[in-house]
């Protein structure tokens, strides 16, 4: 509810606060049980910040966090450490979030030691089935990360986090370091462990292709604000914010008849250390009126079950 998240920008000798970055400025959202939401944008829209604060990795600058009916900001480190393997965050490079000098076997029993697991032969048990969930076997337990593909890396960073049983799931651009052929196999891998784990994701990208099949609903940010949130097949099919038409336009569609010249993203994004006033989104809009240099759109229900934040919808 809510949420903002602001770094501070610093210079001089005396590392003085000279400004900030509103990485995320007023966000809300809420996520169903079972569900999988959709965060798109372009980079630097604060979708990883989200993520992050999220799961309490970063703190916050405002707002609110609910998981369940807990407020996770507000608990105390114990209570969180409970909370945490029912979260857990997938990463988008697999190698880097990798320990190059730990074992499969090592990473995987991590979390478990964490979390309290003290027999040895649960934890190995545990392993061998986790990597076989995975599509891995249980001889891989002994190599070490770089003896395996990038697919297979993010196999094991998915392994690793679903050794907790987590309910929660945020996956950052699991798939963008990937080969276009090996992103499917792993959109396909995540899609059947949900069904299998009873699992909810968030998942981050940075285009409308990717989370188009996994996706139940979509939000789309925007320099530090969500821009629009529907559910996934109104937002391909008729997607109202022009940002939303915009990023469309660049990913190819079914229906070429979608896809309109006059869509096509232009100019730089801003930096969002200084946000345009109004509407974020005004440099850029073809469809730019006066209200939007000065008024910041509110964000919305235009349609049941569909938000967007733009002076051309409801009473704004
Ligand atoms: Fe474009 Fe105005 Fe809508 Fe912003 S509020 S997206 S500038 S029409
Ligand atoms: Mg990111």
Aim: some cysteine.
């Amino acid at each position: 509810n809510h949420l903002k998240k602001y770094f501070p920008i610093t210079g001089g000798i005396f590392g003085k606060k000279i400004g900030e970055v509103k990485a995320v400025d007023g966000v809300s959202f809420a996520v169903y049980q079972g569900e999988t939401l959709g965060l798109v944008g372009e980079s630097g829209c604060g979708k990883s910040t989200i993520g992050r604060v999220l799961l309490r990795l970063l703190e916050i600058t405002d707002g609110e966090v609910r998981f369940e009916d807990k407020d996770i900001h507000t608990l105390k480190a114990s209570n969180m450490k409970k909370i945490r393997k029912d979260m857990q965050l997938v990463f988008q490079d697999p190698y880097a979030s990798l320990n190059p000098r730990h074992k499969v076997e090592k990473i995987l029993e991590e979390p478990l030691i964490v979390h309290g697991i003290k027999n040895k032969k649960e934890r190995k048990e545990r392993i061998y089935a986790m990597l076989e969930t995975v599509g891995l076997d249980r001889y891989h337990a002994s190599r070490y990360p770089h003896q395996f593909s990038g697919g297979q890396r993010q196999r094991i960073g998915i392994a690793r986090a679903l050794m907790t049983h987590p309910k929660l799931i945020i996956a950052d651009e699991p798939v963008s370091a990937l080969d276009v052929s090996i992103q499917s196999q792993v959109l396909n891998l995540l899609k059947d462990l949900q069904a299998e784990f009873d699992l909810t994701y968030i998942f981050i990208a940075h285009d409308l292709g990717v989370v188009r099949h996994i996706s139940d609903r979509v939000g789309v940010m925007y320099l530090g604000r969500m821009v629009e949130l529907t559910d996934s097949e109104q937002l391909y099919e008729q997607p109202l914010h022009p940002y939303t038409k915009s990023l469309l336009s660049s990913v190819p569609v079914p229906d070429p008849d979608y896809r309109s010249e006059s869509d096509i993203l232009t100019g730089e994004i801003p930096s969002a250390s200084n946000p345009p006033a109004g509407c974020a989104f005004h440099t850029r809009c073809k469809e730019c009126m006066d209200v939007c240099k000065t008024t910041r759109p509110t964000f919305q229900e235009v349609n049941p079950g569909h938000h967007v934040a733009c002076h051309l919808y409801g009473d704004a």
